[in-house]
């Protein structure tokens, strides 16, 4: 049974109509703002997802290396790690983590390979076997328990890679 006659309404168990109580415009908002919500989260999941297209690498420009020059200014930079140690500036240790930098990084700007990057497995694999036995000579005593102790023999190989690379 409805009643729709508001005198039947008064007459009930309070005796009085309670007038409509007004809802405050804040929620109105707050609930537009979370309907909305929802298919603002679907498109920023789905652009932050989405695979991306390849990008063309840019184009690799060649400049000529002066391999003398370089051989030059590597030989510098080895003979510096030598006076450094002697100086008492670099341990064994540094002085060996250097050593492995400087062949490194002659063999990526000798060949564009990226020498400097690659672990010692993946710098194996290239031709420069030279490089890659310096490198595991210097590899015991940069991350070995023991402190190195002759910086000498890493700089005696760091040069021959260096002074016979063709």
């Known amino acids: ?18 007038p409509v109580v007004p809802y405050s415009v804040i ?18 999941v789905y652009a932050l997802t989405r695979p991306r297209p390849e990008r063309e690498p840019e184009p690799v420009v060649e400049v000529p290396v002066s391999v003398p020059q ?14 450094r140690h002697a100086a008492g500036e670099l341990t064994p240790r540094r002085a060996h983590a250097e050593l492995s930098s400087a062949v490194r990084d002659f063999v990526a700007q000798a060949t564009g390979v990226e020498a400097d990057k690659m672990t010692l497995t993946e710098l194996r694999r290239t031709p420069y076997v ?37």
């Open 1 to 18: 049974m409805f009643i729709t006659d508001a005198s039947v309404l008064a007459s009930a168990d309070t005796g009085t109509i309670m």
């Open 27 to 44: 929620w109105l908002v707050l609930g537009i703002l979370l309907v909305g919500a929802v298919p603002l989260y679907y498109l920023l």
């Open 70 to 83: 370089l051989q030059h200014d590597y030989l510098v930079r080895v003979d510096g790690i030598r006076h």
């Open 130 to 166: 030279g490089a890659s036995y310096a490198v595991a000579e210097f590899y015991p005593l940069v991350f070995g328990v023991d402190e190195a102790r002759s910086v000498d023999h890493g700089v005696d190989a760091a040069k021959q890679v260096i002074s016979l690379w063709r």
